[in-house]
């Protein structure tokens, strides 16, 4: 057993590597002053025993040192506060790497504005830190990403200043180590030493005292409490929730104004910011004609039939890359809302000219933004299956490396290209040239917080406008791209309604040549048989799926047909 491993105690909570799979920049710090240490002194001082309650039984020695340190008061020298609160040869003089790894992915979120699914793979790999390890740093770096709201609100009741005044390295440390005392079953006395050791290795022995001081303070106080108190403090409920829950406000507000635009209670408001903050489960995809899923699940009981598509089966840990149809890319990880898009948009009905039957050509398919190629490759799969040829564009040249490599299995005669382009010029350039048209928009990602735990923290309702626009654009090329008859589904991984339902509407309002088709009716018959009745799909005729309810991240479908005008 590592010496890690060890001193973590217990296996930590759902969102190990089984639950969250994916898919360091190291500075300095300054100490924090001697104010900073005076008052985190007389802190430890005043409540000793209490503190140490949390890490290790006081011998009889402590309790006479706690209350010669009661009488003296500020005689006491601060310096020596500290001594005694960790002997020489109980000090921390680093940590294990698991914790190492979580410390540098907080640091490259921040600092680069890195994504962690991209940044801690890589380096677990480099570090060799496998197994149990793994998936301690995966839910250390991920729920610490996640629930930072709520952590930096206690951290706020327990230092002498701003939070914000503390600098970043230093935060991180204090925001990991809360999220072991309070989101995980590490034993307090690991956690506040363990992260102690890490301060003292990545930021300095001054930052190290600081650290020990502020983590005792979160330590006496069990989660509920800290959550009570967060909720009191807050100016109105919708603010409490978004406290306790760790999301920013004005998404909070969102998510509520999503449900009620959906015809769902605004009383699930709760159960959904907390579905975002659990770590989300590994889904596979087995693409038609390349992977069969009874081939990936057989003799595997860690691999089970998903809940909704008949392409999507559960991985209760392990790595999916352990698997050899996911390593020659037959099958892949992908959400299962992700796979009921693209699933609904391949069996939407067509017509012919002027709604004419029989239905037409469905040769030519289109993913308008197809990076990073996860549809696109469940695209191509259907497509090899009924003849067709997919077109895959996208504007980025990276990310459409990405969908090279994504269909590398495909047949080759089902890609017509993979080709970079800026979707919005597609319509005029190949006016009617597809029978379907994938457009899976860029959004603000509201719908996938589990899986991209640091978004939360950088969008701002100012992205709204940049990105509905562009929103906007791109659903009048898809519509101009597709053929009377022809079918496009307009797609985000976002549940906002300005991103789903008004942009919808903005250019629907423009055009007399689209018809809405019943969303709902196409997903219910793409699902597993079984499943028909169970899924919840709302009166309207787009569909909304949600964290809470169905168990897959918040996407939204609309399907338009083209017709004549």
């Known amino acids: 057993m590592s010496a890690g491993r060890g001193s973590r105690g217990e296996r930590p909570d759902r969102g190990s590597n089984a639950r969250s799979t994916a898919d360091g920049r190291q500075d300095g710090a300054r100490t924090g002053g001697s104010n900073r240490r005076s008052s985190d002194d007389r802190e430890n001082r005043g409540t000793r025993s209490n503190a140490r309650s949390t890490d290790a039984a006081p011998t009889p020695g402590d309790e006479r040192r706690d209350a010669r340190g009661r009488q003296r008061g500020a005689a006491r020298s601060r ?4 001594r005694s609160a960790n002997a020489p040869s109980h000090r921390r003089k680093g940590t294990d790497p698991a914790r190492d790894v979580a410390f540098d992915v907080l640091r490259e979120v921040d600092g680069s504005d890195a994504y962690a699914n991209l940044v801690l793979p890589p380096l677990l790999r480099e570090r060799g830190v496998r197994g149990r390890d793994a998936g301690f740093a995966t839910e250390l770096a991920y729920g610490t990403l996640r629930l930072r709201g709520r952590y930096d609100a206690i951290l706020a009741l327990c230092l002498d200043r701003p939070v914000d005044r503390l600098d970043a390295p230093v935060l991180d440390v204090l925001r990991l180590g809360t999220h072991q005392i309070l989101g995980m079953r590490v034993p307090q006395h690991a956690a506040v030493s363990e992260t102690v050791g890490l301060a003292r290795a990545r930021t300095g022995a001054g930052s190290a005292q600081l650290v020990n001081a502020v983590l005792r303070r979160v330590a006496r106080t069990p989660l509920d409490q800290w959550l009570t108190t967060l909720a009191d403090d807050a100016p109105d409920p919708l603010a409490a929730l978004a406290a306790t829950q760790s999301h920013p406000v004005w998404i909070t507000r969102a998510l509520r104004d999503a449900l009620a635009g959906n015809g769902r209670p605004v009383a699930e408001l709760d159960a959904l910011l907390a579905a975002d903050n659990d770590a989300p489960r590994v889904t596979l995809v087995a693409r038609p004609g390349l992977a069969d899923p009874h081939e990936l699940a057989d003799g595997d009981d860690r691999v089970t039939p998903a809940r909704w598509a008949p392409t999507a089966l559960r991985l209760e840990g392990g790595d999916p890359a352990a698997y050899g149809a996911v390593r020659d890319g037959r099958a892949g990880v992908q959400d299962e809302g992700s796979q009921l898009v693209a699933l609904a948009l391949a069996a939407a009905p067509l017509t012919g000219d002027r709604g004419a039957t029989p239905a037409g050509p469905d040769a030519r398919w289109l993913d308008l933004c197809a990076g990073p190629g996860g549809k696109a490759a469940l695209l191509g799969a259907l497509a090899a299956q009924r003849g067709a040829r997919l077109v895959a564009n996208e504007v980025q040249p990276h990310r459409a490396r990405l969908v090279e490599k994504a269909l590398a299995a495909v047949p080759a005669d089902a890609v017509e290209a993979v080709r970079t382009g800026d979707g919005r010029a597609v319509g005029q ?32 309702p100012a992205d709204l406008a940049t990105l509905t626009g562009l929103q906007r654009e791109l659903l009048g090329s898809a519509l101009d791209a597709v053929r009377p008859g022809g079918v496009v589904g307009y797609v985000t991984c976002s549940p906002h309604l300005a991103e789903t339902q008004v942009v919808v509407a903005d250019v629907l309002r423009r055009r007399d040549d689209v018809e809405v088709l019943d969303a709902p009716a196409v997903v219910r018959a793409v699902v597993r048989p079984g499943a028909r009745a169970a899924i919840e799909l709302g009166d309207r005729r787009d569909v909304q799926l949600w964290p809470h309810v169905h168990g897959t991240d918040a996407m939204h479908l609309t399907l338009l047909r083209r017709t004549e005008g």
């Open 79 to 82: 310096g020596d506060a500290h």
């Open 429 to 460: 350039e190949e006016p009617g040239a597809y029978d379907r048209v994938l457009l899976d928009a860029p959004c603000t990602g509201l719908g996938a917080l589990r899986r991209r735990p640091e978004s939360r923290w950088r969008r701002t």
